[in-house]
């Protein structure tokens, strides 16, 4: 379930795009059901539903539904969403126009993220050229890998609104490995409210493949405590709190890894063009970790950095990050709600740096990648269009050369 | 072919590149398994550049890589569900000891037994429609039979790499067999009888795949419980390509019905002739070709009493749809079950012993999920305000195995004599006249976006591609 914004005639009410099953064009083979990483989808002898409390738009059952009866999106109030009963009973969708609690759907409604709707997805399917075979799947959770908390630290200013940490699990001599862009499931002990195993939640990885602490079996993830919901009313994330309350010494169990086509591309020369925002910055610092390690002189590839956040206070790596010299990496922050200033957003950012990005991305070795919250998909996409476009290139033909040879990467959430 | 670059031409996650012996077994098998493709595979076919699935890993993601590949091309490849390192035999007498990784030598003949016989089915099924691309309504449909015509040949591919990795030489010659029985062949003929019979016209294209291979997911269910490991995660990965299959027989019945539908509603005529002579299939000849796939499909789950049936559960072999969702003691001894005879000229239950009775079990659900999907098929006649309604014929109907063969039951559930029976038939079963006007309906159409006549369009394309997109070219 993603956030957006839809405006009704008297009121902006805050919206959810719903992930639903076609019942005219679903054939019940369970295909859906056995892939959701969520457990998300679930049936009876009618018809087979999606659970919009459990969803997470991660898109693992697109592909594999033989239908196409799969994908399928309303936009929702928040709060309104269809529930499992009411699909269970359904023979045909409810129309596209009617929303459960039926908001007429305004302009605005352009803010929830196309990633649906296009006709292959604004990223690539399919990994760099160059990039290193990824395991996936070696833990499952039947039988998960076992990990020892190495470090737990706060990487937002100890006075910033948001705690952001980096935590370092070692897995001994657990096999784990993992490789940039990849990512693992941790699965939080104990049950539900129901008495139900808690579902295991993802997070990228944001150290290199050799490991946090190079040479070691180890693996650093960026979590950020949830306190508040995407509506800014409070709400307590089990799993990220869990993770943020860990100690040095603490179990945890682990799966995965998981992720096959956002990867990095292993030809040194290869430029990196990275766009983040909050703990989406986790996979670009494993990224620019490992080229920082490489530490390739004459011919390497150029990285450069648009990273968003809401203060200087709560951009993770702040102090790292800045520290890195301007001739490894061309770093472009934004922050959406420094005092006295006006907002800026990544989109923003890149706008002013069209005419350098236009030019990386004439460049058949430059691979993008966009990691943060659902809703800069657009913004970002919008931006890259108009620069390629300023350049007097055809951006439809860019895109679809970015996608085809795997340069172009998404991880929204 | 000493030159295969392991994991580029046969995409796998069993370690190919690494194993010398299964490399040498599949060496000598693949060159006789492309002449077999090329003798009995889609006639016509190897020049076409055909927009196919290709499963390039078990992530979600590399189940459904879609471009234009030659068929002989196709990259087929051996796939096993990820290994979950704790799983147990969660059935049969050794419930609770860990799931084999290799076949237990007490188990050796029954497993591979079961491996041959489910590897069979795959390239017979093949072999039974390899006319059909000729007479394709569509480029769509031309497309999705060329996809189960490669995806049956993956899993005949995955059975193989069963053969050749865990049972040594006779494994190797098993699989060589399975190249060499043909469908149909008198003298040498596949295993089971539904695979030995024509698959003549695009209607019973589609009964097959909504029927048959729907008895092919309950038979790969069934085994995706295997105490045998390797057996289990190989189904389990075949289930997400069967899938299709039953996608295709679904829809492409749904769209037979949807369009003879919409000629009744033209003609404002429910007269099977009229229908014919606006160049659609009447319900009662869908109808009667329904009544034929679907018996001489329940026959392939075997006899309803079986001593096999008890001794592959009791072994761990091969489980039942859905075992572990099942909450009985997964053991079964004591427990019974009703099956269905034919008693002094009734038709009679009896409880018999439920472990004997697990083929009949297995048949029991297939008919529930075929039901199904037949009220989905009656959903598309009442929104065309067509008031005919298609049924289930009684399962003792035009049976050939177990207590019921030889029995003359109407699609009723009534026992006939055989003068009654020899009467009725032509209203019951497809005829020779039915067969040759469906027959005269079947002509190829290329031209992408236009569709045969007897047949609606789909409502969403492959991989959202359009209706009209180029899913065949012709080279």
């Known amino acids: 379930m993603e956030a957006a914004v839809i405006v009704t005639a008297d009121a902006t009410v805050e919206a959810q795009k719903q992930h639903l099953i076609d019942p005219e064009i679903c054939i019940r083979c369970n295909t859906c059901e056995e892939t959701c990483p969520s457990d998300a989808i679930t049936h009876d002898a009618r018809n087979y539903v999606v659970d919009a409390a459990k969803c997470n738009a991660c898109m693992a059952c697109i592909g594999p539904c033989p239908t196409g009866a799969i994908d399928n999106w309303r936009i929702v109030a928040r709060g309104a969403a269809h529930g499992v009963d009411a699909q269970l009973g359904w023979d045909v969708l409810p129309p ?36 290193a075979h990824p395991q996936v799947n070696l833990h499952s959770p039947r039988a998960p890998a076992r990990a020892i908390v190495a470090g737990n630290f706060r990487i937002t200013a100890a006075d910033a609104a948001s705690d952001t940490r980096h ?118 610092r494993a990224m620019t970790e490992r080229r920082r390690r490489l530490a390739h002189g004459e011919g390497a590839g150029r990285l450069m950095l648009f990273f968003g956040a809401r203060s200087a206070a709560e951009l993770p790596y702040f102090g790292p990050l800045t520290r890195l010299p301007r001739t490894f990496i061309d770093v472009n922050l934004a922050f959406s709600r420094t005092p006295g200033e006006p907002k800026r957003y990544v989109q923003d950012r890149m706008r002013e740096r069209a005419v350098d990005l236009a030019a990386l991305l004439a460049d058949p070795r430059t691979h993008v990648y966009v990691c943060g919250l659902a809703g800069m998909e657009e913004g970002v996409l919008a931006a890259l269009a108009d620069a390629v476009r300023a350049a007097g290139r055809d951006w439809d033909e860019a895109w679809d050369s970015l996608r085809a040879s795997g340069r172009l990467h998404f991880e929204t959430y | 072919m000493s030159a295969i670059d392991y994991g580029e031409r046969i995409p796998n996650n069993v370690d190919l590149a690494g ?289 096999n049936a008890a001794t592959f559960y009791s072994a761990g072999l091969k489980g039942r749809f859905e075992e572990g969702k099942r909450d009985d003691d997964h053991r079964l001894g004591g427990m019974t079950y009703r099956i269905v005879e034919a008693v002094d000229g009734r038709l009679a239950e009896r409880d018999v012993p439920m472990l004997n009775a697990l083929n009949e079990v297995l048949r029991d659900d297939f008919i529930r999920d075929s039901v199904a999907g037949i009220g989905r098929w009656n959903r598309v006649l009442e929104k065309n305000g067509v008031a005919a309604r298609l049924v289930v014929p009684h399962k003792a109907f035009n049976r050939r195995i177990g207590s019921l063969a030889g029995v003359r039951v109407s699609p009723g559930g009534e026992v006939v004599d055989e003068q009654t029976w020899r009467l009725h038939e032509r209203d019951w079963l497809p005829t020779a006249d039915d067969r040759a006007f469906v027959a005269s309906l079947m002509g190829r159409v290329v031209e992408p976006g236009r569709f045969a006549g007897w047949i609606a369009p789909p409502p969403v394309g492959v991989n959202r591609q359009p209706i009209d997109f180029a899913y065949v070219r012709f080279g």
Not at chain 1, 96 to 116: L, N, S, W
Not at chain 1, 190 to 215: K, M
Not at chain 2, 119 to 146: C, K, M, V, W
Not at chain 2, 202 to 213: E, I, N, R
Request: proline content about 7%.
């Open chain 2, 19 to 307: 194993d010398r012996a299964l490399q040498r077994a599949l060496e000598q098998w693949q060159p006789d398994y492309l002449a077999w493709w090329h003798e009995m595979g889609p006639e016509a076919s190897s020049s076409l550049d055909v927009y196919l699935r290709t499963a390039i890993s078990v992530e979600p993601s590399g189940w459904a890589n879609f471009d234009y590949v030659k068929m002989p091309d196709y990259r087929w490849g051996i796939f096993l569900a990820p290994r979950d390192e704790a799983r147990r035999i969660h059935f049969g007498e050794q419930a609770g000891d860990p799931a084999w990784q290799e076949v237990p030598g007490e188990h050796r003949a029954n497993l591979r037994r079961i491996i041959v016989t489910q590897g069979d089915t795959e390239p017979a099924s093949i072999e039974q429609q390899r006319h059909l691309g000729l007479t394709a309504p569509s480029l769509y449909d031309l497309r999705n039979l060329f996809q189960v015509n490669v995806e049956e040949g993956r899993h005949l591919w995955a059975m193989v790499y069963l053969l050749h990795r865990y049972f040594g030489r006779d494994g190797r010659e098993e699989a060589a067999a399975l190249l060499e029985r043909r469908s149909g062949d008198g003298d040498n003929p596949r295993i089971l009888g539904a695979f030995n019979e024509r698959t003549p016209d695009w209607l019973a294209f589609f009964m097959f795949t909504y029927f048959t291979d729907r008895d092919g997911k309950f038979q790969l269910c069934a085994l995706a419980e295997s105490g045998f490991d390797p057996l289990a995660r190989t189904t389990r990965f075949m289930l997400t390509e069967e899938a299709h299959h039953m996608f295709v027989g679904e829809s492409g019945v749904a769209r037979t019905l949807q369009r003879t539908a919409e000629v009744m509603r033209e003609l404002g005529s429910d007269d099977p002739r009229a229908v014919r002579e606006a160049g659609a299939i009447d319900l009662a000849t869908i109808q009667r070709y329904l009544n034929f796939h679907y018996s001489v499909t329940i026959d392939l789950f075997g006899a309803d009493v079986s001593s």
């Open chain 1, 96 to 131: 596209d126009d009617a929303p459960a609690t039926a908001p007429a759907v305004a302009a605005t409604a352009g803010a929830v993220p196309a990633v649906a709707r296009e006709p292959r997805g604004p990223g690539a399917t399919v990994p760099p050229a160059s990039a």
């Open chain 1, 167 to 284: 935590i370092v699990l070692d897995f001994g001599a657990t096999p784990f490995p993992v490789l940039e862009g990849q990512s693992i499931g941790i699965v939080p002990p104990g049950v539900d409210a129901d008495g139900r195993a808690h579902v295991a939640r993802r997070y990228s990885v944001s150290s290199p493949r050799d490991g946090e602490r190079a040479g070691y079996n180890n693996v650093a993830i960026t979590v950020k405590r949830v306190t508040a919901d995407h509506g800014g009313r409070a709400a307590h994330g089990h799993c990220s709190n869990y993770l943020c309350d860990l100690a040095k010494g603490d179990a945890v169990d682990v799966i995965g890894p998981f992720g096959d086509t956002f990867l990095m591309p292993d030809d040194p020369a290869a430029n990196l063009v990275m766009i983040c925002t909050g703990t989406g910055s986790a996979p670009m």
